[in-house]
């Protein structure tokens, strides 16, 4: 191609808009549209504005952008060559259209121009908009094609939504509204392509519930999509975990911020209110996953508790702990004024000085976390540079059933995820061969399941939360306890009767589950890490056995995701990730549940024989 041949627009129409210096064109004849950033918008405002020529493109190149002339006229030469193979230009006559002077400026960073073509919507651009369209919605609507069902042009919402993936399986959760979804086949392919921006779906079965639970949302008329798909099917919309998902308060998601002198300052006077408050101490030396750990607590105080539901202490460790936790009961009275200010704040406006799920502004930064708890009225820092924790309760309320059961767990997920351990909404159970996972809604008999195999002779790996490696497939145990619901669980479950630890049981009269230390009543039972050999969804049935049935893992990640990322206040990608992983590595079961606890350890145990055959 001579850089002195010149070239024109083609005769048929064409059509483009400029997004901030990012060039999109529609060739209306062939229903292809393109992509030209920077450099190539530019050179296409040129070769729309008149007839050009390589050598004239390549003049504009070196005066906007800092590039040799040669090297201009080469790309300059190319971009043409691929704008006339796409037909979007045509051989000229005459000469070319200088461009008029133009003010001296700082020439900008030279990436060569470049056209990138899309295919994906010629059929949908190609439609006759007299003869083709369905009347009654218009164009972009296929008369033949909708059968009554219309589309839309939608993207990825703007909520705090995450999402999974496993197999032909989506599960996607809306933080901000409490609501998750389950997407399978077309509907969880549509998904993945919104990922790469907006698309024209079709289906109104999958359309409206999506956009309806904020899962997506419309695309604005400026917006081209990327893809057209139809999707057939029902995507049903789930509540039931309103209460455990949506935010605490109404603000919107935080970024973190950089490090402040107020979170340090902060940080270091919560040791001396520690100290006011603490005048005798007792400090365990707690192995997690591998890493040390030490707790320390008021002697002879209610908080004892809370570290009952650790794993046991060891005597001795060797070398530096990876965290060092303090956690006491702290009225504002006995801190400085400058932390004083910041509780009594906290406890009278929350929910202005928080993040949706109780971030702390002033300390939600890249080396520090803090969430406070308005239900248990529980503050929760880490410092991540100096492996530092506190968790003090700031009223003298007792500690609710779920502090007791699993506590300093935002302390855990924050220190533990940047060792890629997730902290995960489940139960664990195992013998010599392995462990499963027992995972599930409320009411669907996980926690009396574990509890169940532990007072059978199974290994106990703790219940409602437990540590797993997604890359490794291990379990690690991060609490000692377990939690029952009501008289009907202690029942079937007598082992139990009378030992709950905590104030607000049912056991004592109050409304709370009932929290139990299991390796206290199951002597021997608790184990600090198996190998994870399958995932178990138990079900509750009215017969007195226990059967197992094949499931799929697209059921176990509906079970594990929303609840998870639903509780855990930092959780985000990373988290989604790791149990999208986990899933996909682990066979899955489903168990129905019968009344006789000795059935449900035999069940569980032919489980982890069956996997232990087949690995």
Not at 99 to 119: M, N, Q
Request: with cysteine.
């Amino acid at each position: 191609m001579s850089a002195s041949v010149v070239w024109k627009l083609k005769e048929s129409g064409t059509l483009h808009q400029d997004f901030e210096g990012e060039v999109v064109l529609i060739d209306l004849d062939t229903g292809n549209y393109f992509n030209l950033p920077g450099a190539a918008g530019v050179l296409w405002g040129r070769v729309a504005a008149g007839a050009v020529s390589a050598a004239l493109l390549a003049d504009e190149l070196v005066a906007q952008y800092d590039v040799e002339h040669a090297v201009a006229l080469a790309d300059a030469t190319a971009f043409l060559a691929d704008l006339e193979r796409e037909g979007l230009i045509e051989e000229g006559a005459g000469a070319a259209i200088a461009p008029g002077s133009t003010p001296a400026k700082a020439r900008a960073t030279y990436v060569a121009p470049r056209l990138e073509v899309f295919r994906e919507l010629q059929d949908l651009l190609l439609l006759d908009p007299i003869h083709e369209v369905n009347p009654a919605v218009g164009w972009p609507q296929s008369a033949g094609v909708l059968q009554g069902e219309a589309g839309a042009i939608i993207r990825l919402s703007g909520d705090d939504v995450l999402a999974a993936s496993v197999d032909t399986t989506t599960v996607v959760v809306n933080r901000d509204r409490g609501l998750y979804c389950r997407l399978d086949g077309d509907a969880a392919r549509a998904w993945h392509a919104m990922g790469a921006g907006p698309i024209f779906l079709r289906g109104e079965a999958v359309v409206r519930p999506l956009l309806e639970g904020g899962f997506a949302e419309r695309a604005g008329e400026d917006q081209i999509p990327t893809a057209a798909l139809e999707a057939a099917g029902d995507v049903a919309i789930h509540d039931e975990l309103h209460e455990q998902i949506r935010p605490w308060g109404n603000r919107r998601r935080l970024p973190r911020s950089s490090t402040t002198p107020t979170a340090a300052a902060i940080c270091d006077r919560l040791d001396e209110w520690y100290a006011a408050s603490s005048p005798t101490a007792t400090t365990t030396q707690q192995p997690v996953a591998g890493d040390q750990i030490t707790v320390t607590a008021p002697s002879g105080s209610d908080t004892a508790a809370l570290v009952a539901a650790l794993p046991p202490a060891v005597a001795t460790m060797s070398g530096e702990p990876a965290l060092r936790v303090k956690v006491w009961r702290g009225l504002p009275t006995a801190a400085t004024p400058f932390v004083a200010n910041l509780v009594e704040s906290l406890k009278a406006n929350w929910n202005t000085l928080c993040g949706p799920r109780g971030e702390v502004l002033d300390l939600h930064t890249d080396t520090t976390t803090a969430v406070f708890d308005p239900g248990g009225m529980v503050l929760s820092v880490i410092d991540r540079t100096r492996g530092r924790a506190w968790a003090v309760k700031v009223d003298d309320r007792p500690y609710p059933f779920w502090e007791v059961g699993a506590p300093l767990r935002f302390i855990f997920h924050d220190h533990f995820s940047r060792r890629g351990l997730q902290l995960l909404h489940g139960a664990a159970v195992g013998n010599d061969s392995g462990a499963v996972l027992i995972v599930g809604r409320g009411g669907s008999g996980k926690s009396s399941t574990a509890l169940a195999a532990a007072a059978h002779g199974l290994s106990y790996l703790g219940d409602d939360y437990c540590l797993v490696d997604s890359a490794g497939l291990n379990v690690h145990a991060l609490y000692a306890t377990g939690k029952l619901v009501g008289m009907t669980d202690l029942e079937r479950l007598p082992l139990f009767r009378g030992q709950s630890i905590n104030s607000d049981s049912f056991e004592h009269g109050g409304s709370g589950k009932g929290v139990f230390v299991v390796d206290a009543v199951c002597r021997g039972s608790l184990t600090t890490s198996r190998r994870l050999q399958a995932i178990v969804l138990p079900r509750i049935d009215s017969g007195p056995g226990a059967r197992v049935q094949t499931a799929s893992r697209g059921d176990a990640l509906a079970a594990i995701l929303p609840s998870t990322v639903g509780q855990l206040p930092d959780a985000g990608t990373r988290d989604a990730h790791h149990v999208e992983r986990l899933v996909s590595s682990l066979p899955v079961f489903g168990l129905q549940v019968g009344s006789d606890p000795a059935a449900i350890a035999t069940a569980i145990s032919d489980v982890l024989r069956t996997c232990s055959v087949s690995a």
